[in-house]
Every structure is written in C-alpha cells, then in structure tokens.
C-alpha cells in the first residue's frame, strides 16, 4: 500500500527545503547540521550584524537584538562565516560541519578606524593626496595609505592600481594619524579614483592583499570612494614648413599631433628674427583643417632670415613646435611666359629663383613639349613645379648656359654655376644639401635632415623615369643642369631626405626632372 501525504503536509515539506538549506533530499534523522551563536561587541550582545554563510548559494542573515543568530538544517561540510556591520572589522571564521552537529560559534567584534582624505595641487601628471585618521579604532595604526585606479571596480584594474603608505607610531599622532602622498606619473585628462585605508596592528589582520576589495578583511579602515580628474595635458605640436614665401609674406603650417585632452583655444606662431634672436611677435592661425593649422604672415623684410615655431594652446597648457628657419625673398619678382610669378634669392652675389619652373611656353611662345606634372596628378602642391626632359629643359640645344625654358634674364644653370652655389653652401658637397634643403614635413618625408640657410628652398618633386613611371616625390628633388655628362647623359645635381649631401652625377636625358633658373 503506498503512502499518501495530504497536500498541505507536502506543500510544508517543498517550503521548507527552499528555504532552510542549499538541497533537500531524503531526509533521514541526522542528515542536516545547524550553526548558531552570539555576537558581541566588548561583551555586549550586538545587534543587526550581518552574518554570512559562504555556500553556493551564500545564505545570509542578521542578528536579533540579543546578538543572537542561527543557520538551520545545512548540507555538511567546510564553510566560511563572515560577520560584518558598519563601524567594525569584518570578521571570518571557517567551520566544519558534521552531519548532526550544532556548532556554537560566538564573535566578539572591534571598531576599524575611520580615514578620510583631501586633494589639491592636481596638474596633467601630478596631485597630492593628504589622508587623514579621524578615529582609531580599538587597535593601533600600523600605517596608512591611499589606494588610486582606474576603474571604480578597482580588482579589474588592478594595473593601474598605486599604494603609497605612511607608516606611523600611534603615540606620535595627537590627536589625529596624517599623510601626504605626492602622485606623480599620472595620464594626463584622465578620471582616477581615490580611496582612502588605515591598516591596524591587530595580530591577525596585520598584513595587506594587494586587491583592495580584501582590505576590510585585515582589520583596516576604508574611507569613501571619491573621483578627480587630471588636468589636459601640453599639446603635441609640429611646425611642419614654411611656404609660399615672398619678400614680405610667407605662409607657415603646423600640426597638432595630440591635444592632450584638451580643447584647443588658440593655434598660431610665434616669429623671431634669425641674427638677433628678437622675438618679432606670434600670429594666429586663420585656417583650421581638422590638427592642421596655418597662417600667412605679412610685413616681413626682403633678403631676411627668419625662426618660426608653431603652437596650441589649450587654456591650461601651450605646446610648442620645432623651430624652422627661413629666408624671404629679395624684392626681385620673376614672370614667365604663362605669369607665373617667381621669387628670387640672392646667395652670396648669385640670384637664384627659389621655386621650381612650372611654365609650359618658352620666353618666346612657343609650347613645351616634354613635360609633366608628377604622376599626372592635379592635386600636386604648385610649389613642386613640372617635370622636363632635359631636351625640353634645354629648348632643344646643348649649348651650356643656354635659357632654355627659363625667363629672359636667366638661364639653365652650369655646372659651374651649381659649383659655386656649394661654395657658397658650406663649401663642399658633403653638406651643401642640408643647407640648400627646406627643414620641413610638408614636402618632405619626416626623416629630412635641413636647415635651409641659405633660402634656396629645394623641395622633393621626384621625377619621370624613362619607362614613363614616376618616383621618388617626398624622399629626392633631381636638377638639370645645362652641361652634358656624355651623349646620352646630362650632368643633374640631387637633394635626398635623409643625407646633408648634395650629389652630382649623370642621368639619362630622357628622364623628367626639376629646372632651377639662375640670373645671367
């Protein structure tokens, strides 16, 4: 005959399994243990203190107004206690449970200490943190310290997570414990957390985890969790070339590579002169593209050297680029046939026009035949000019010194004539580069070595090879000169990216290159 339990009896048996332990199986007598005791502070029964049962699930509860607490029918085996109430420690103890005990285990709690602290002088990398102990607790003070992350869940972060601590003698400190802590190496516009800890002497929570979750566990003191954020950082600046230059106007570009956080108020550049190191006064930048900034600056003197340095500024720091020297024009304007309009320089008696040829007619009209524009792009900056054969270049003669596609007045430069620019570039071919080069990232590529002393201005146009394929633009500027190095080759003279040297050697005539032009 099978048993029958009524309903409600049944619906008891399932509510009680639910609710009292972690499993209910066949309950045979003995099957569950019990844990109950009281908690006290100096004593005296403690009420509402938290106690939990570390079990899968955790089972937590609170004690009565005697102190009193109890865990009913619990599966056997290991578990942790952990008793904890605000103002105290908290305290743990692990039990083993048998099948059919009731474990006694009673908890006398201490007071933890009470910690706060202040900020000040925060700047992009730095603050101090002062920490103060409002209360010891009922054990003395090892140390204390102040925890900062990254995360306000610092244990995912623990990377980011910095101690500094203080170590103190309870009797020195009357009637408050201090520290200051100065936190450098921060990152600049960034949000930290600070908190806060005091570690007390009491034997069996004298040491410290390095996750600050555990803390409380080892009798310390936590303060509140409070956040701050550190100032935007210097911006990152380039000055990236001085262009477009003229006797009076020359056009300066510059870049923001990072603006460290924060807004950028003011972009610009500040100009000095080159002889004397005067400060000439600064410019704001008109155009703003996104980092790139630039700025054409007017009421400048012919034949003059010139410094220029870009800047930002964020409204808490100013970022300052690389100084670059230039050189504006003499008063001597060049036109050619299609109005171009060039600007000359004068380099130690030699008069030069410091940009490259871009005509596309002779002096006297006529077409050119044998030109390009690198990679026949359109966007190309005008400054790098066209490319021609040196047939082109040389309107059809071989004859040094021959005009060419230069203006009236000027000429194909000789070798002679390239000779005595080196002179007059350092003196020898080994460094005559660096100075004929613009000390710039705009044309060039990031690696050029150049101070452009002289104003000549050379730029990287590249060329056309004879198998009608381009190279070279941002790395090598390649000029013809007027002088044959043999029947199928002309003497060229280079400028590389990454060498002070200016070279000389033959190229095919059917290469495209750069014309530089030079005064009769």
């Known amino acids: 005959m099978k048993l029958r339990l009524p309903r409600l009896v049944l619906f008891i048996f399932i509510g009680f399994c639910v ?26 029964p403690e009420s509402k203190v938290s106690i939990t049962l570390n079990s899968d699930p955790s089972i937590t509860t609170t004690t009565d107004d005697k102190g009193y607490y109890e865990f009913r029918n619990i599966i056997p085996g290991e578990y942790l206690l952990e008793f904890e109430k605000s103002e105290f420690g908290i305290r743990n103890k692990v039990v083993d449970l048998k099948a059919g005990n009731q474990l006694e285990v009673n908890m006398d709690l201490y007071k933890i200490p009470k910690v706060s602290f202040s900020v000040k002088q925060v700047t992009n990398t730095q603050m101090t943190v002062s920490c103060f102990l409002t209360s010891y607790g009922d054990f003395p003070c090892d140390s204390i310290g102040v925890a900062i992350y990254k995360n306000y ?20 400190f009357l009637p408050f414990a201090n520290g200051i802590f100065q936190v ?7 949000t930290y957390y600070i908190q806060a800890f005091a570690l007390t002497t009491e034997p069996d929570y004298h040491y410290l985890k390095t996750d600050l979750t555990f803390i409380n566990y080892h009798g310390s003191g936590l303060s509140d969790i409070y956040y701050i954020k550190t100032l935007p950082g210097t911006p ?30 003011e972009y610009g550049f500040k100009i000095y002169d080159y002889k004397t190191q005067a400060y000439v006064g600064k410019v704001l930048a008109t155009t703003v ?9 007017s009421g400048l003197q012919p034949g003059t050297t010139y410094l220029a340095k870009a800047y930002a500024d964020n409204a808490w720091e100013t970022g300052s680029g690389n100084l670059i020297r230039f050189r504006t024009s003499d008063s001597l304007l060049v036109k050619d046939y299609d109005g171009n309009i060039y600007t000359t320089i004068n380099i130690n008696g030699q008069i030069w026009l410091r940009e490259n040829m871009r005509t596309t007619h002779y002096a006297d009209g006529n077409s050119i035949n044998e030109v390009y524009l690198y990679n026949n792009n359109t966007s190309m900056p005008t400054a790098l000019g066209l490319l021609y054969t040196w047939k082109a270049a040389m309107n059809n003669v071989t004859t040094p010194g021959a005009q060419g596609i230069c203006p009236n007045g ?21 460094s005559a580069g660096y100075h004929l080069k613009t000390p710039d990232n705009y044309y060039w590529n990031e690696s050029n070595w150049a101070d452009n002393s002289t104003g000549f201005s050379a730029l990287p146009a590249g060329r056309r090879q004879s198998n009608e394929m381009f ?13 044959e190095f043999d029947d199928n080759n002309a003497s060229h003279f280079f400028v590389q990216y990454n060498v002070k040297k200016l070279g000389f050697e033959g190229a095919l005539k059917n290469f495209a290159e750069s014309v530089r032009c030079v005064k009769n």
């Open 19 to 44: 609710f009292t332990t972690t499993s209910c199986l066949k309950d045979p007598v003995g099957q569950f243990g019990h844990i109950s005791g009281v908690i006290t502070y100096q004593g005296l």
């Open 153 to 172: 869940d610092h244990s995912a972060d623990s990377t980011h997570v910095m101690y500094f601590y203080n170590s103190i003698n309870n009797t020195d």
């Open 184 to 190: 450098d190496n921060l990152e600049s516009n960034t």
């Open 236 to 265: 990152q600046v380039q000055t990236l070339a001085v262009i477009e230059i003229e006797p009076t106007i020359a056009k300066l570009v510059g870049k923001v590579h990072d603006n460290e956080g924060g807004t950028i108020k």
């Open 289 to 297: 593209s996104e980092t790139d900034f630039s700025v054409r600056v």
């Open 410 to 430: 000027f000429h194909i430069p000789t070798t002679t004539d390239w000779s005595i620019l080196v002179s007059n570039s350092g003196g020898d071919y080994f």
């Open 471 to 483: 190279s070279g633009y941002s790395y090598y500027g390649f000029f013809w000169s007027s002088t």
